[in-house]
């Protein structure tokens, strides 16, 4: 969740290449060469976007049609792929991150809409309630790597409650987060963690659940639903 303006030039970006076996569509996303933390593609995105894929492998339409919202999307990299697996998904991050989000919708546009799929990207602040995103209905929650910054954590939570609280249905919620070895980041997660199950049940997914090549001892996946 970074504060910083995200202007950018071509010449500042990169392309990476990121593959989904299911259905034959390799995603191209864009990275800046220097950034903050919503320009680049972290680890924990793509556990969570290759777990999708398999979960897609093993029932064909697990996304086909579904509602998804990303919280933190930084470079869109979960929520491209659901979208390439046929979902209907919004993409969020703060304001100055959607350019290069928005980029990188329109880069993999054709793709994603000859597999039924649709994904457009809008700004929303974690904590802000009044946001028109969080009264429509969601099938499903997705975010990667987003507990890292203190200021955020407790605006993250209200921003989760919410969204179960104010819809008829609970969103099934996928969360991915690399657990970090310093102190401050062990303290933080564990902040967080113990906040969520208050409110939430809380199932982490077994590494041998999830895509062969993209799971890691140091990366978390939890499957979340509203108490």
């Known amino acids: 969740m970074s504060h910083k303006k995200s202007s950018f030039q071509t010449n500042d970006l990169f392309p990476r290449e990121i593959d989904i076996e299911v259905c034959l569509k390799t995603l191209k996303v864009y990275q800046k060469i220097e950034g903050d933390v919503n320009c680049v593609v972290w680890d924990a995105s793509l556990v969570l976007a290759k777990y999708l894929e398999s979960m897609c492998q093993h029932k064909s339409d697990f996304l086909s049609g579904i509602k998804v919202?990303?919280?933190?999307?930084?470079?869109?990299?979960?929520?491209?792929?659901?979208?390439?697996l046929g979902a209907q998904v919004t993409l969020t991050d703060l304001p100055e991150a959607l350019s290069l989000l928005r980029l990188n919708i329109t880069e993999n546009k054709p793709k994603i809409g000859s597999?039924?799929?649709?994904?457009?990207?809008?700004?929303?602040?974690?904590?802000?309630?009044?946001?028109?995103?969080?009264?429509?209905?969601?099938?499903?929650?997705?975010?990667?790597?987003?507990?890292?910054?203190?200021?955020?954590?407790?605006?993250?939570?209200?921003?989760?409650?919410?969204?179960?609280?104010?819809?008829?249905?609970?969103?099934?919620?996928?969360?991915?987060?690399?657990?970090?070895?310093?102190d401050t980041q062990k303290k933080l997660w564990e902040s967080f963690y113990d906040k969520l199950v208050d409110s939430f049940y809380v199932e982490q997914v077994p590494e041998e659940q999830q895509h062969a090549n993209y799971r890691s001892p140091d990366i978390v996946l939890l499957r979340i639903i509203k108490k």
């Open 115 to 182: 597999m039924g799929g649709y994904a457009i990207a809008e700004s929303l602040v974690w904590g802000d309630n009044t946001s028109d995103i969080l009264k429509e209905e969601f099938d499903m929650v997705v975010l990667a790597d987003c507990v890292y910054y203190e200021e955020a954590l407790q605006p993250l939570l209200e921003t989760l409650k919410y969204l179960n609280s104010g819809m008829n249905k609970k969103p099934m919620i996928y969360l991915t987060q690399e657990l970090r070895d310093t």
């Open 69 to 84: 919202l990303e919280l933190g999307a930084g470079l869109g990299v979960v929520g491209l792929t659901a979208a390439t």
